[in-house]
């Protein structure tokens, strides 16, 4: 296999906290001229039987750039040529967030995939992540730490909250208000002039007609309330 050849001196991407999504930022940083520098962990890995070991994950970087030093927090100190990212996995990373700050006071990287679309007129806040062939319409506020996956449409003028997921393939509609640690989940579609209260989960496939409420689980076509987080 070839390796990939970076710039003579890129970029370090240090990525806090590990997920099975964790590989998405290896490709992105990759696609961007970033070298996957660091994985920064806080927490013990998790251990499902379908999930894939960090160390399997940097093994698939063999042959496109040296493997990513893994260290722990309270190991961790900033250095040279390093940007950052949160791991983007549940919204409880805002927590992972708060101690951070409380120990250096960082500021975060936007990543964005070389495929996305972000339109000049879009606003994207810092550790924001934009998966492959997103699009971004003009208008839209993305706050820190909102994470798009691969596939996603945000419609113009919408604005999504700090620390949520817009998971692949859904399609969000223009004039929108998403609250804060919201997911969208796969597939999902919100019509336009919806209002998203912080917390919500619109689960995978759903079509949501109304506003949904803070807090709750809603499900279906069209979606409708099915339990309070």
Same mark, same amino acid.
């Given at each position: @296999?070839? #390796?990939?050849?970076?710039?003579?001196? $890129?970029?370090?991407?240090?990525?806090?906290?590990?997920?099975? &999504?964790?590989?998405?930022?290896?490709?992105?940083?990759?696609?961007?001229?970033?070298? $996957?520098?660091?994985?920064?962990? +806080?927490?013990?890995?998790?251990?499902?039987? *379908?999930?894939?070991?960090?160390?399997?994950?940097?093994?698939?970087?063999?042959?496109?750039?040296?493997?990513?030093?893994?260290? @722990?927090?309270?190991? =961790?100190?900033?250095?040279?040529?390093?940007?950052?990212?949160?791991?983007?996995?549940?919204?409880?990373?805002?927590?992972?967030?708060?101690?951070?700050?409380?120990? =250096?006071?960082? *500021?975060? %990287?936007?990543?964005? +995939?070389?495929?996305?679309?972000?339109?000049?007129?879009?606003? !994207?806040?810092? /550790?924001?992540?934009? /998966?492959?062939?997103?699009?971004? /319409?003009?208008?839209?506020?993305?706050?820190? +730490?909102?994470?798009?996956?691969?596939?996603?449409? &945000?419609? %113009?003028?919408? +604005?999504?909250?700090? =620390?949520?997921?817009?998971?692949?393939?859904?399609?969000?509609?223009? !004039?929108?208000?998403?609250?804060?640690?919201?997911? &969208? #989940? &796969?597939?999902?579609? !919100?019509?336009?002039?919806?209002?998203?209260?912080?917390?919500?989960?619109?689960?995978?496939?759903?079509?949501?007609?109304?506003?949904?409420?803070?807090?709750?689980?809603?499900?279906?076509?069209? #979606?409708? =309330?099915?339990?309070?987080?």
């Amino acid at each position: @296999m070839a #390796a990939l050849i970076l710039d003579p001196a $890129p970029r370090r991407l240090v990525i806090f906290g590990a997920s099975n &999504i964790v590989s998405d930022l290896f490709d992105c940083a990759l696609a961007n001229g970033l070298l $996957p520098a660091k994985v920064v962990l +806080h927490l013990p890995e998790s251990d499902g039987p *379908r999930d894939i070991p960090l160390a399997a994950r940097i093994e698939a970087l063999r042959g496109l750039c040296d493997a990513p030093q893994v260290a @722990m927090l309270d190991d =961790f100190q900033p250095g040279a040529d390093e940007v950052y990212l949160l791991r983007p996995t549940t919204p409880t990373r805002a927590n992972l967030a708060a101690e951070i700050e409380r120990r =250096f006071a960082l *500021r975060y %990287h936007t990543l964005v +995939h070389p495929t996305a679309y972000v339109s000049p007129l879009a606003r !994207l806040g810092q /550790g924001v992540f934009v /998966g492959a062939n997103s699009v971004i /319409g003009p208008g839209v506020r993305l706050d820190d +730490h909102v994470f798009v996956n691969r596939g996603v449409t &945000i419609g %113009h003028d919408t +604005h999504i909250g700090s =620390f949520s997921r817009i998971q692949p393939g859904a399609n969000l509609g223009g !004039l929108s208000r998403i609250g804060r640690g919201v997911t &969208i #989940a &796969i597939g999902a579609t !919100l019509l336009e002039r919806l209002e998203i209260g912080n917390g919500a989960f619109v689960g995978a496939g759903a079509v949501a007609t109304a506003d949904v409420p803070a807090g709750v689980l809603v499900l279906g076509i069209p #979606a409708k =309330f099915k339990k309070t987080l």
